[in-house]
């Protein structure tokens, strides 16, 4: 039986959206985190196989995941030149151990 109880490393559910109107296909946040993709208008969309969901509109693609990768989804965020993908913790695990709120 195995019991992964070790709060750090448990999975989390987040969401990791793109907003398409911002998005200007530079592609730095692929260099980052390979789970995202080039789609067919030239904009960032993600790999659908590395995703629970994704959703896509005109306005924004946003993409599920439960795993343990937020930090690589927050370091493409990060290095995001037009500040277009935004990174939320699924609701119900936004409290992380350690992360002080400023707000
Ligand atoms: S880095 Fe930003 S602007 Fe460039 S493709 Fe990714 S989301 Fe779009």
């Given at each position: 039986m195995s019991d992964a109880t070790t709060?750090?490393?448990d999975p989390v559910?987040?969401?990791?959206t793109?907003?398409?109107?911002?998005?200007d296909g530079v592609f730095a946040c692929l260099v980052r985190d390979p789970r995202f993709v080039e789609d067919d208008d030239g904009l960032a969309g993600f790999d659908?196989?590395?995703a629970e969901t994704v959703e896509r509109t005109d306005e924004r693609v946003?993409?599920?995941?439960?795993?343990d990768r937020i930090e690589e989804a927050r370091q493409a965020?990060?290095?995001?030149?037009?500040d277009a993908i935004a990174?939320?913790?699924?609701?119900?695990?936004?409290?992380?151990?350690?992360?002080v709120k400023t707000e």
């Open positions: 709060a750090t490393s559910g987040y969401a990791v793109v907003d398409r109107d911002a998005c659908p196989d590395a946003t993409a599920t995941f439960a795993d965020a990060a290095a995001c030149p037009l990174v939320a913790p699924a609701e119900g695990d936004g409290e992380e151990e350690g992360e």
